[in-house]
């Protein structure tokens, strides 16, 4: 890959994939759209004498001479107008993932879907290392893939968490088995149509061809309907809600695999440190996963009885006076967040609001079902959310002008045996860099007080 590359975005993404050309001999050309940024603090983050040139700013079409492919950081739209100039050159347009995919080998699990992808990854990770010597957690869950790309073998194991956004740009990606959760509205900032999102997300099982496999949830119409489309592929359901004549279900306590033939009981669901209904789906779909991957069955029995939540999502943080605190920062959209109230174990003071992602969020608010004694809203979203409470009788709402005070504010409201739960049902941008910042700041918040 010795030709000259646009690298778009100078965030993680665009220099992992910056890196990763250079070291496979091309030139690139690293583009950010911000013109305060200092070029030497760029340099710093390469090799001395790496062939690479910054433009900052405007791009214009005299910085595309001798381009002969272009990247984009997951972050940038792609109808941007820069992206629309460089699209009418005819030069491809690939994500950074899609280029680390052409530089990897060995095989690839690829996971997408609005809620649970984290979870579902970070579990499946640890159980293919369980087996596998060499596996890489990548993608949207922290790690660019561009990063480890040039350290694959023929006998890796690559688990990726995929986005919405990662998949608009690949090209001929593809994953021996892939995963979608579910699909809810999110992104519609971005996407503009449920039907764009939808076609997006599916879009991981493009490439996929004879003895490839897509784990899919049931109990998601969209997805049961487009299970049934995929004629090449095998198809493999889970359910929370009922028995399935083949694959992956709850029933009562137990997480059941039907083959077809017989039942297999994988684990008693009170066996699991991670709570709540939307977690046993991210249980099934990890097991469904590995299963197809080849890993034994004893291994993943005892790797999904050991795995503890995620951080920032239903992350039980500490208890103070009686009042136990938990970090669901993950909770950027109202499904997400609807899952995290179903999983707290009794009363619960909410704090929620932040970017405005163009959700609605009347079901949310509907799911509150009595165990939301108080509302905390800061933010963007916080009028919004509170006209929208309202409109269903939910008036018990407080305002805070930032995350600190709305944690102050439950923690004089609390009483012993109730819950606090961060859990936002929107974006972090605009007060945080990202839901990282705003969970680990949730954490010093509550243990400071």
């Known amino acids: 890959m010795s030709q000259k590359v646009l690298v778009a975005g100078t965030g993680i993404s665009g220099i992992a994939a910056a890196k990763l050309l250079l070291s496979k001999g091309g030139e690139v050309v690293l583009y950010d759209g911000n013109e305060k940024l200092d070029p030497e603090e760029l340099k710093k983050k390469f090799d001395e004498g790496a062939t690479i040139t910054f433009v900052l700013g405007e ?22 107008p820069f992206v629309e100039m460089i699209r009418e050159t005819g030069i491809p347009i690939w994500g950074e993932m899609q280029l680390a995919y052409h530089c990897a080998k060995g095989r690839m699990a690829a996971i997408t879907g609005t809620n649970g992808k984290t979870t579902t990854t970070s579990l499946t990770g640890e159980i293919m290392k369980s087996f596998y010597d060499s596996v890489f957690v990548v993608g949207n869950i922290g790690e660019p893939f561009a990063f480890h790309a040039l350290e694959t073998t023929d006998e890796t194991v690559t688990v990726a968490e995929v986005s919405s956004f990662m998949l608009e740009t690949m090209t001929d990606f593809h994953p021996n088995v892939s995963a979608i959760l579910n699909i809810t509205p999110d992104h519609l900032d971005r996407h503009k149509t449920m039907e764009c999102y939808i076609e997006t997300k599916e879009s991981i099982t493009k490439n996929q061809k004879e003895g490839d496999v897509c784990v899919l949830n049931y109990e998601d119409p969209v997805l049961r309907e487009f299970g049934e489309t995929l004629k090449d592929i095998k198809v493999v359901y889970f359910s929370s809600l009922r028995t399935l004549k083949q694959g992956f279900y709850l029933k009562e306590d137990e997480i059941v695999y039907n083959d077809g033939e017989k039942e297999t009981v994988i684990v008693n669901i009170h066996d699991l440190k991670l709570l709540g209904r939307h977690n046993h789906e991210n249980v099934m779909a990890a097991v469904a996963i590995s299963m197809n991957m080849g890993v034994p069955l004893e291994k993943i029995q005892k790797v999904i009885k050991e795995f503890k939540a995620v951080e920032h999502r239903i992350e039980f943080v500490t208890e103070r006076f ?53 509302l905390v809203l800061i933010g963007q979203t916080r009028d919004k959310i509170a006209e929208c409470a309202k409109r269903h009788g939910f008036n018990d709402i407080m305002y805070a002008e930032d995350l600190q005070e709305a944690v102050q504010v439950c923690a004089s409201y609390a009483n012993p045996g109730d819950n606090v739960l961060l859990s936002p049902a929107c974006a972090s941008w605009g007060q945080f860099k990202n ?8 954490k010093e918040f509550v243990r400071n007080l």
Do not use: C
């Open 59 to 80: 791009l214009k079409k005299t910085d595309l001479l001798g381009v002969e492919l272009a990247i984009l950081s997951p972050g940038i739209p792609t109808d941007a």
């Open 435 to 442: 839901f990282e910042e705003r969970g680990r700041k949730f």
């Open 322 to 374: 009686g009042v136990k605190y938990y970090n669901d920062s993950k909770g950027t959209n109202p499904d997400a967040a609807m899952q995290a109230i179903k999983a707290m174990p009794g009363p619960t003071l909410l704090i929620a609001g932040g970017y405005d992602k163009h959700s609605e969020f009347d079901e949310w608010i509907e799911s509150f079902g009595g165990k939301v004694r108080y």
